[in-house]
């Protein structure tokens, strides 16, 4: 499975812009680049995924590079409730029913 | 809407009990999965279902046996438990096993073998 790297931790201010990297360089054409977050004591929850067009939905904004090997993940006005272990995974379009493969992902910090 | 609803969301158990985790959803999905994540870990996949009647080892199987009920319900049980499956549980679904399904989870089990 194509891998992703994310940094290990990244702080924000409440109210301001956040973008979260992920580059996942070994990515194939039938990819997709999925992201989720999981708050403190709670299941991951999906924020949003795309191919190779960038896709905006309420909670967030996914900016996908043009060669497919890195992604942005934009929370666009961070709140206090986005602080979160953010996951940038690819799920393959292949046969079957794999599940996600997590990795550690990134640690969102917002400070007030 | 409920989504992904597991039952129950708290069990000690003592070693070698057996019990099972309970999960449905209620988004007409085909994919269910189980996952385990241990404290400061990424989540693991213990076992998945790509449609009713089908059932799937993933990554850390060893221990445990899942059933697809229904459409709707995707079982996982623990027949001697051990303290290393110690846990937090997760199930999830999802409309197609494919890259384009997002994959939609439920609350979480915690289990404590002791």
């Known amino acids: 499975d194509a891998k992703t790297t994310q940094p290990n931790s990244m702080e924000s201010n409440e109210e301001e812009p956040v973008h979260l990297p992920c580059n996942h360089s070994t990515i194939s054409g039938t990819d997709y680049i999925h992201w989720y977050r999981q708050l403190p004591s709670q299941g991951p929850e999906y924020v949003i995924h795309g191919l190779t067009s960038n896709v905006n939905n309420r909670m967030a904004s996914l900016a996908i590079a043009e060669d497919r090997k890195s992604s942005t993940l934009i929370l666009h006005r961070a709140t206090l409730r986005d602080a979160a272990v953010y996951y940038c995974?690819?799920?393959?379009?292949?046969?079957?029913?794999?599940?996600?493969?997590f990795g550690k992902g990134t640690h969102l910090i917002i400070q007030p | 809407n409920a989504g992904v609803t597991q039952t129950p969301k708290f069990q000690v158990l003592k070693t070698g009990q057996s019990m099972t985790l309970q999960c449905a959803q209620d988004m007409n999905h085909n994919s269910m999965y189980w996952y385990r994540q241990d404290p400061g870990m990424g989540l693991r996949l213990i076992y998945y279902s790509a449609s009713e009647g089908t059932t799937d080892k993933g990554e850390v199987p060893n221990g445990y046996n899942v059933s697809r009920l229904n459409k709707r319900e995707f079982s996982l049980r623990l027949e001697s438990a051990a303290p290393s499956q110690t846990s937090v549980y997760f199930c999830?679904?999802?409309?197609?096993?494919?890259?384009?399904?997002?994959?939609?989870f439920g609350e979480g089990s915690w289990l404590t073998v002791v």
């Open positions: 995974i690819l799920r393959g379009s292949g046969g079957g029913a794999d599940g996600l493969t």
């Open positions: 999830a679904s999802s409309e197609t096993g494919r890259g384009w399904g997002a994959i939609y």
